[in-house]
C-alpha cells in the first residue's frame, strides 16, 4: 500500500525497539514494511540494563561474573550486533535508519522516551508474551509502552 502523490504518508518515523529475538525480527520486517510503504525513517533501539545482579543473570556469561567495565563492553557489543542486524535489514528494504543503543533499568520507559525525542509517530515492537506468575511479577514491556506512549503502537506477536 505504497502512498500515492499527493497523499500524506500516515506514518514518517517509526521507532523499531530489537532485542535480537525471532518475534524482534518480525516486529522488524513489519516496522520496514509500513517504513518502505510509507516512504517513512525508522530508528532502531536497542535498550540494555545497567550493571546489576539482575542483569548479571541475564547476561548468561560462562565463568566468574564479569566486571562492571567487562559488563558493559559484552552488552555493548551484543547491543550493537543487534542494531547492526536490524538496520541491515532496513537498508535492504531501501529504508532510511538509524540506530540507537541506549542504557536503562526502565526498558519500556526508554523505548518510550526514545519516541518522544525522535519524534516517531509509529512504535512497531514484539511482545514477549510471558506467561503465569512471571507475566504477573514482572509485567510486559510491550503493555507498559502501549499505556504509556504518545504515539501509537504496533505489537507483533
Known amino acids: 500500500m505504497p502512498v500515492t502523490a499527493g497523499r500524506k504518508a500516515p506514518y514518517r518515523h517509526i521507532l523499531m525497539p530489537t532485542d535480537g529475538t525471532e518475534r524482534s525480527a518480525r516486529a522488524e520486517k513489519a516496522a520496514t514494511d509500513l517504513a518502505r510503504d510509507f ?14 545482579p539482575g542483569a548479571l543473570l541475564e547476561l548468561h556469561a560462562p565463568g566468574a ?13 551484543r547491543g550493537r550486533a543487534t542494531l547492526r542486524r536490524a538496520a541491515a535489514r532496513a537498508r535492504r528494504a531501501r529504508v532510511q535508519v538509524e540506530t540507537a543503543l541506549i542504557v536503562s533499568d526502565a526498558t519500556a520507559e526508554a523505548i518510550v522516551d526514545a519516541a518522544r525525542e525522535k519524534s516517531c509517530d509509529l512504535i512497531v515492537m514484539a511482545t514477549s508474551n510471558p506467561v503465569g506468575l512471571r507475566r504477573l511479577a514482572l509485567g510486559s514491556v510491550a503493555s507498559e509502552v502501549l499505556m504509556r506512549a504518545h504515539a501509537p503502537v504496533l505489537i507483533c506477536r
Open 39 to 52: 516512504n517513512a525513517q525508522v530508528t532502531a533501539v536497542h535498550v540494555v540494563a545497567p550493571y546489576s
Open 65 to 77: 561474573p564479569p566486571s562492571p567495565d567487562q559488563y558493559r563492553r559484552i552488552v555493548e557489543a
